[in-house]
């Protein structure tokens, strides 16, 4: 029986290392579950505590700033069965933690490394573009804030 909010999404990471097929077979066996539009203020705990609802969690991966390294707004999660992944899949996407509508994805693993955010400023390359306001991911985009405040530095 199928279930649309379990079957794979057009989302697909560019920078996977192998074929289109090879990642798409992963992630129909995969455990492993991107979280995004997460606030920059979201912590681990509260992400454990939503997210074992579903079941029992193997590890949470903090996505980071890669200069910074302070939050950015997305952290990838691996359950110890696909079963449980599947029920987060089905009953936490699009829910809200931290008054932020969260995105849940099928992610192909886990490597090192991908816990960086991959825009020129560090942190992801959406917030760069953003031109709201949004509090919960540090404001302006980061390209409308270098020309609302351009550099001050007098030296």
């Not at 454990?48 to 996505?63: A, K, T």
Request: aromatic share 12%; charged share 30%; with cysteine.
């Amino acid at each position: 029986m199928s279930n649309s909010s379990v079957e794979l999404s057009s989302y697909r990471d560019q920078h996977f290392k192998g074929s289109r097929i090879d990642q798409e077979k992963l992630l129909k066996i995969s455990a492993t579950l991107y979280i995004g539009n997460l606030s920059f203020y979201t912590t681990e705990e509260q992400i454990h505590e939503l997210f074992s609802r579903c079941g029992d969690i193997r590890r949470i991966v903090m996505g980071l700033d890669k200069y910074k390294k302070t939050p950015c707004g997305f952290c990838f999660l691996e359950y110890y069965s696909r079963m449980d992944a599947e029920n987060a899949m089905r009953y936490v996407n699009g829910t809200r933690l931290d008054d932020r509508l969260i995105r849940v994805d099928w992610d192909a693993g886990f490597i090192e490394g991908r816990q960086y955010g991959r825009g020129k400023s560090g942190g992801q390359v959406r917030d760069e573009y953003r031109t709201d306001y949004d509090a919960g991911r540090g404001g302006y985009g980061k390209l409308l804030q270098q020309k609302i405040a351009p550099n001050t530095d007098t030296r």
